[in-house]
């Protein structure tokens, strides 16, 4: 297998030259790792990476006890089904998709206070796609408001996907929607400090639009 070092390198000034000419701090980079064997994950580590979402919890667990030596940050990217919530909680350091209010109760509860508080965003689905996950924008004030209720949980931010309309100016237009209401929840939370938004194909325009974490699956580790 040869090094990613060189990809990695240049997904990171990409990164920081889109958000210099933006006028942005650079972001975050979550490494979206889901399908992708430990020996992948391993290797990106070693290039400096830290921070990697999967989409299942069952496979993300599995990692993370695996690549446990190397002190990781897991995220759980994906939908979150209610009976997963116990696992989620002991595996994972974020949860970027809570999007309703009967996963708040579980995670708090499985979430053993002898640990750091699990990390959360609320995934809002800004474009109403049926064929995503997430809360509409009217809900996602009141999910905010429970999760930073909950004691073993620490509310974050904002995820969203925008819908994948061909014309790039629509994509920028749910992501500047996604950071209005990222910055709503800021004045009621002041410490929130995270909009995670834009993957492979369209996080310029996320930067640009004040992600402050984006997610790159294909662009560091290549083609399923």
């Known amino acids: 297998m040869s090094s990613p070092k060189p990809v990695f390198e240049s997904v990171q000034r990409h990164l920081l030259n889109v958000a210099a000419a933006a006028g942005r701090p650079p972001p ?7 399908t992708r ?6 290797a990106l580590a070693a290039c400096g990476q830290r921070a990697f979402g999967e989409n299942y ?12 030596p190397l002190g990781l940050e897991w995220h759980l990217i994906g939908h979150l089904q209610s009976n997963k919530c116990r696992e989620a909680a002991e595996h994972f350091d974020w949860l970027q998709s809570l999007d309703r209010h009967r996963l708040i109760e579980p995670l708090n509860h499985y979430r053993t206070p002898q640990r750091s508080p699990m990390n959360v965003l609320v995934q809002i689905n ?7 996950s997430g809360c509409t924008p009217d809900e996602a004030l009141p999910l905010a408001r429970a999760v930073a209720a909950a004691p073993n949980l620490r509310l974050r931010g ?5 819908a994948p309309y061909p014309d790039f100016e629509h994509r920028r237009a749910s992501f500047r929607r996604l950071r209005e209401l990222f910055e709503a929840m800021q004045e009621e939370f002041p410490d929130v400090d995270t909009l995670s938004m834009g993957m492979s ?24």
Request: glycine fraction near 12%; charge should be negative.
């Open 28 to 34: 975050r980079l979550l490494a979206v790792s889901k």
């Open 57 to 68: 919890v069952r496979e993300g667990a599995l990692k993370a006890i695996e690549l446990a």
């Open 201 to 224: 194909e369209d996080f310029e325009l996320a930067i640009a639009e004040g992600a402050t974490m984006v997610r790159i699956g294909s662009s560091l580790f290549g083609p399923r």
């Open 37 to 42: 064997p430990t020996s992948a994950i391993m």
């Open 126 to 132: 800004v474009d109403g796609e049926a064929s995503k």
């Open 158 to 162: 904002v995820m969203g996907i925008g």
